[in-house]
């Protein structure tokens, strides 16, 4: 099966402007490098969920994406992000939204396998915990990968009539107050959201740069040839 690798580069709010092209004739990988850093809110948040001074302080766009789940903070220094667009026409194409995704999981899982890490896959349907609709990272989505229990992929997706987007993110380390102090909370409720969700992700550590070359390698091919 073809898969064209794009690499992309440039702003979040450009990257995220991105459609899914009408005439999508293969798969794609967009490997993407931002060229600063960014909160990203979910399609059903607006910006009052960001604190619009810290985002100031430290310099940071506030950009929303067409897939759902929560915020997501972005720095292209500690994270491997990349989007795979799939046409209906393509064999993964699936119409049943949860199981859509469990094979991009699955080709993550064999690229974190490469790199000695055991992986679990969630095939369950999108969870319900106390800051999920807040934070990406706070839970759960189909086909999204774990270590020890604790998220480590996040997947979104957005579908048109066109196929469907896959959004993927993984960390070197999770940090909950990474993106908790960026967004407009009681200095309460920040406190209660970090103590539950420090546990509830994790990340690759010093893989960070290794897994970019090997979540392509099982998405792509042999990158050299693009």
Not at 116 to 127: D, F, K, N, Q
């Amino acid at each position: 099966m073809t898969v064209l690798l794009r690499n992309v580069t440039g702003s979040i709010a450009d990257f995220h402007a991105r459609p899914i092209p009408e005439d999508l004739a293969a798969a794609e990988v967009w490997s993407f490098e931002p060229d600063h850093s960014a909160l990203v809110l979910g399609s059903a948040q607006d910006h009052t969920v960001a604190d619009a001074d810290a985002t100031a302080a430290a310099g940071l766009d506030v950009v929303r994406r067409r897939s759902g789940g929560g915020a997501v903070f972005v720095d292209p220094a500690r994270s491997v992000w990349l989007d795979v667009v799939v046409p209906r026409t393509d064999p993964r194409w699936s119409d049943d939204v949860r199981k859509a995704t469990y094979w991009l999981g699955e080709a993550w899982q064999r690229a974190l396998s490469t790199l000695g890490l055991e992986t679990e896959l969630y095939r369950g349907g999108l969870e319900q915990t106390p800051w999920g609709r807040l934070v990406c990272f706070a839970a759960l989505g189909p086909g999204e990968v774990l270590v020890g229990g604790r998220k480590l992929v996040g997947i979104s997706q957005r579908r048109t009539r066109a196929g469907a987007r896959f959004q993927c993110i993984a960390y070197d380390r999770w940090d909950p107050y990474d993106v908790l102090d960026l967004l407009d909370m009681t200095e309460a409720d920040k406190r209660l959201a970090g103590d539950d969700l420090v546990d509830r992700a994790t990340g690759v550590g010093p893989h960070l740069g290794p897994l970019r070359d090997a979540i392509l390698r099982e998405l792509v091919g042999d990158t050299s040839m693009h």
